[in-house]
C-alpha cells in the first residue's frame, strides 16, 4: 500500500468527526501525491462545509475534477460549493454535463439543479426538475427529501391573486 493511500483512507474514516485527523492525513495524502483527486476532493469538502471557504473548496474540487473528471463522487459537493458561492451558471452546465456521465447520482444532480433554480427564485422550473430527480430515487430517504424539498418551493411560490365577487 502505498503511504498516500494509507493517509486518505485515514482522512476518509476520520471525516467529518475528527477534524485535525482528516486535515493532518490530508495533508500527508496531498504531500506524497499532490494530485490526488479523492484527497483533494475530501480538501474540497472541508473548506466548502467546515471553514465555508467557497472559493477555496470550489479551487480544490476542480482540481480534482482536472486529474479525474470520472470522480462522480465529487460531482454534488463540488455543486453545492458552487451553488453557495452563487456562481450559478457556472453550476447549471456543470450538472448537464454531469447527469450525461456513466454512474453518476443523476437524482442528486437533478436535486442540486432544483436548489439552483431556488436560489434563483425560478420556483417552477424547481418543482418540475424535483419530478424528473423523482424518477431517479432509488430509496425512501431520498424520496422524503424531494417531497420535503418540493412543499419548501410551494410555500416559497407567490399566491395567486383570486378574483373578487
Known amino acids: 500500500m502505498k ?36 484527497a483533494l476532493a475530501l480538501m474540497g469538502r472541508v473548506y466548502s462545509e467546515i471553514y465555508q471557504d467557497y472559493e477555496l473548496a470550489i479551487e480544490y474540487f ?15 459537493d463540488y455543486l453545492l460549493a458552487l451553488t453557495h458561492n452563487e456562481d450559478y451558471e457556472k453550476a447549471l452546465k456543470f450538472v448537464d454535463f454531469a447527469v450525461s456521465v456513466k454512474s453518476s447520482d443523476k437524482g442528486m444532480l ?3 439543479r432544483a436548489l439552483i433554480y431556488e436560489c434563483l427564485d425560478e420556483y417552477k422550473k424547481a418543482l418540475k426538475t424535483i419530478k424528473i430527480a423523482r424518477s ?7 424520496m422524503s427529501y424531494l417531497d420535503d424539498f418540493e412543499q419548501r418551493i410551494k410555500k416559497k411560490m407567490p399566491k ?4 373578487k365577487k
Not at 482536472?66 to 462522480?72: A, F, K, M, R, T
Not at 431517479?136 to 431520498?142: E, I, L
Open 110 to 112: 437533478l436535486a442540486r
Open 62 to 76: 476542480e482540481a480534482a475534477l482536472e486529474e479525474n473528471v470520472q470522480l462522480v463522487a465529487a460531482y454534488s
Open 3 to 38: 503511504h498516500h493511500n494509507k493517509y486518505l483512507i485515514k482522512a476518509l474514516e476520520s471525516y467529518p468527526y475528527d477534524l485535525e485527523e482528516t486535515v493532518d492525513s490530508l495533508d500527508y495524502a496531498l504531500s506524497y501525491d499532490p494530485d490526488n483527486p479523492m
Open 160 to 163: 395567486k391573486k383570486g378574483k
Open 136 to 142: 431517479h430515487s432509488y430509496n425512501n430517504d431520498f
